[in-house]
């Protein structure tokens, strides 16, 4: 699973908005995506991945709600 795509997956499951630190934890509690090196998903990763992707998230009230 890409990061995005576990993103995606703990927004929906979660059914609203979350923070970079949530959506951080969930991605890490669940072993939804793995980094190549090995270490937990960061929130700067999450972030990071979230700008990537304008027309997937979108950021509201320091909250990450879903586009689609």
């Known amino acids: 699973m890409k990061i995005e ?3 995606v997956y703990v927004i929906v499951q979660r059914n609203g908005g979350m923070t970079t630190d949530q959506i951080a934890d969930a991605i890490n509690r669940q072993k939804l995506y793995q980094r190549k090196d ?3 998903v960061t ?17 509201e009230a320091g909250r990450i709600m879903l586009m689609i």
């Open 5 to 7: 795509e576990a993103i």
């Open 38 to 40: 090995g270490l937990p």
């Open 43 to 59: 929130s700067k990763q999450v972030y990071a991945t979230i700008c990537r992707f304008p027309e997937m998230f979108t950021k």
